[in-house]
């Protein structure tokens, strides 16, 4: 069976880091996309960040470009997402993300399998 657990999210002061993790399980996902998206509270789930299968290329959302940073491992099957300098617009869900292809789309509808998400709440 195929899973995608998130963990790592939690309460976080304005300005401070925090790094999510991914782990799949089920089936290799060492040559598909990965990704994260996220939904705030009455909002829609927006994209974040995607990585190709190989983690040679990557894909930010404008509002987190060089305040986060996405990555794999495919050995572990597990992928990472850094994230800096943070505020309190990023509280949300973050929801872990595969695809069928190597491509690291932005288009939620690309990805097939999706991990329960985990909570990350900025304080002001």
């Known amino acids: 069976q195929v899973s995608l657990v998130e963990s790592g999210g939690r309460l976080v002061q304005a300005g401070g880091s925090l790094r999510l993790s991914c782990a799949a399980s089920?089936?290799?996902?060492?040559?598909?996309?990965m990704a994260w998206f996220r939904q705030a509270p009455g909002k829609e789930r927006d994209f974040v960040a995607a990585?190709?299968?190989?983690?040679?290329?990557?894909n930010y959302a404008d509002s987190v470009k060089g305040r986060f940073t996405i990555s794999r491992d495919n050995a572990k099957q597990t992928v990472y997402l850094q994230m800096g300098s943070l505020t309190p617009e990023d509280t949300a869900v973050y929801y872990c993300?595969?695809?069928?292809?190597?491509?690291?789309?932005?288009?939620?509808?690309?990805?097939?399998?999706w991990g329960q998400g985990t909570q990350v709440t900025v304080s002001s």
């Open positions: 993300a595969a695809g069928l292809s190597g491509y690291r789309s932005t288009d939620q509808r690309l990805y097939v399998y």
């Open positions: 990585i190709s299968w190989s983690g040679g290329s990557t």
């Open positions: 089920g089936r290799s996902f060492s040559n598909v996309a």
